[in-house]
Every structure is written in structure tokens, then in C-alpha cells.
């Protein structure tokens, strides 16, 4: 298992300067559905102050603009645009993922996932571009075409694609439309260029002609959607799990998803524990 270098996951539509710290500042807090007192009030302010930074009457000090931020829960990567549109140096640095100063976080990371097996356990960035994998996630892998982990592999194409584990995902019009969902979220939360052209493309890539939702054979009570993928004339079935870094302050950490594949029959664990022998 190796961890890659990539580079920046995140893109704004616009520069941030262009709007000015207050149109922005807006447009996050009605994004959240949050009113202007209510962020006053979290932000120990005033909704009369909130009102004059939103139009441009009042320019945030360095504080209030993290401050404000942080109560509308503005991702790592939106608070450095915000600090330049209101006239300040970014905050967060964005280290690259190969640079020693990250090394205890690589090699938790690996540490993690590694311990995570024989079940399968990655990690991706802001756009799903993988940067590490465990001996699980390579075992699901086995068939998809050699073309899609170049440049660098991406977890939506290997996964949606018709040359990628697609054609094998026994409930796929189920598990597409959560990974769909998924990105929908993200791409609400977040202005990453990169993120909605990733989405476009696989949103648009053809079902199998015989993609189906086929029903488990016998009583199966799943506890969360469960992928279901064929592996080697078994039926494997996974839930997923997400994690991220509790209160980042690095813009490259703070967009670092691990995901963990549980799982959720008893006749998957014990055919994966087998595997390992």
C-alpha cells in the first residue's frame, strides 16, 4: 500500500477577492439556513454587524472572519478564499501529502487501513482521487481495466465505470444513486470546479445492459445500504463508513476521507477471513 501526492482537490468557480468578503459571508450563512441573528448570537456579535459585513458597510477583522466561519462550519480550503476577499494572508496552509512535515499522518494512515484488513479500507481526497489502499480494496478491484488507474485512480470511476467494478455491483442502480447522492452534498457545500466535472462524467457513464438490483437469496436484514459485489462466484456485501480529521488546520488534511468496508453478513467475513488464511 502506497500513499501518492496530488495535487490541489478544490477549485472556486470564481475568485473569492472579485465578491468581496461580504456577498460570501452571505451566501454561506444561507447556504446553512442560518438568519443573521443566530449567527450573531453564536459569533457574540450583533445582527446589526453581520448586516454591514454582508454589504460591504463594515470590513470583518482578521478574527471575525475565522470566527464567523467556523460557526457556519465553512470548509478549510472556502476560509483561506474568504480571508483573501476580505483583505488578509490565508490562514491554512495546504502541505503537500509527500512532504515530511505529514509524515505521523501517513503513516497512521497506513497504519489504520492496515489494520482495517482483511476488510477493505481506503483513503481519498476532495475528488475521490485515491492515495492509499489496503490488500481488501485491491481484492474488489481484481477485473477493472488497467487504463483506469491512470493517471491516478479515482474512486468513482473504478467504481461507476463499465470497465471498472460496475458490471460485477449486484444492486448497482442503488449503490450509484447513493455514491450520486453523495457527490450532490458535496458539491452543495463546496465551489470545486474539479468535483462537479468528476460527478458530470460519471453521472453520464452507461449501466450495464443487464444492470440490475438483484434481492439476497434467503433472509438478510441489512442494518445500512449494503454494496453488493461479485467476487471470484460469491456474492460479497459491504456497508460503508466515512472518517475525517476532528478540527483540521491543514487544507490537504482537511479534505482526507478513510473509508472502511464492514462486512454486513456473516458469509462475507468469513469468506474475506479465509482469503487471509
Not at 448586516?51 to 464567523?68: C, D, H, K, Q, W
Not at 476532495?126 to 487504463?147: C, D, H, P, Q, S
Not at 466535472?197 to 445500512?224: H, K, S
Amino acid at each position: 500500500m502506497t500513499i501518492v501526492a496530488t495535487g490541489p482537490a478544490g477549485s472556486s468557480t470564481a475568485p473569492a477577492a472579485d465578491k468581496g468578503v461580504g456577498p460570501l459571508l452571505r451566501a454561506w450563512r444561507e447556504r446553512r439556513r442560518v438568519s443573521q441573528l443566530e449567527l450573531a448570537l453564536r459569533a457574540d456579535s450583533s445582527a446589526r454587524h453581520i448586516s454591514f459585513i454582508e454589504t460591504g458597510r463594515s470590513r470583518p477583522s482578521e478574527e471575525m472572519v475565522l470566527r464567523l466561519a467556523e460557526h457556519l462550519d465553512v470548509p478549510v480550503r472556502e476560509r483561506n478564499s474568504l480571508l483573501l476577499a476580505a483583505g488578509y494572508a490565508p490562514h491554512y496552509p495546504e502541505t503537500p501529502l509527500d512532504d515530511p512535515a505529514l509524515d505521523a499522518l501517513r503513516d497512521g494512515m497506513e497504519r489504520l487501513i492496515q489494520g482495517y484488513e482483511p476488510y477493505p479500507a481506503l483513503v481519498v481526497d476532495a475528488t475521490y482521487t485515491v492515495v492509499a489502499a489496503n490488500r481488501g480494496i485491491t481484492m474488489l478491484l481484481e477485473g477493472v481495466a488497467e487504463k483506469l488507474f491512470s493517471p491516478a485512480p479515482n474512486a468513482m470511476r473504478l467504481t461507476l465505470h463499465p470497465e471498472g467494478m460496475a458490471p460485477r455491483i449486484r444492486n448497482l442502480r442503488e449503490w450509484r444513486g447513493h455514491l450520486l447522492e453523495q457527490m450532490e452534498r458535496q458539491i452543495a457545500l463546496q465551489r470545486s470546479d474539479r468535483l462537479r466535472a468528476l460527478y458530470e462524467e460519471v453521472a453520464a457513464y452507461p449501466l450495464p445492459e443487464d444492470a440490475r438490483d438483484d434481492e439476497p437469496a434467503g433472509p438478510v436484514a441489512y442494518f445500512a445500504l449494503p454494496l453488493r459485489i461479485e467476487h471470484d462466484g460469491r456474492i460479497l456485501s459491504f456497508v460503508s463508513s466515512i472518517s475525517t480529521f476532528n478540527t483540521p488546520m491543514d487544507v490537504t488534511v482537511a479534505e482526507l476521507a478513510i473509508e472502511t468496508f464492514l462486512p454486513a453478513d456473516p458469509a462475507t467475513a468469513k469468506y474475506l477471513h479465509t482469503l487471509a488464511g
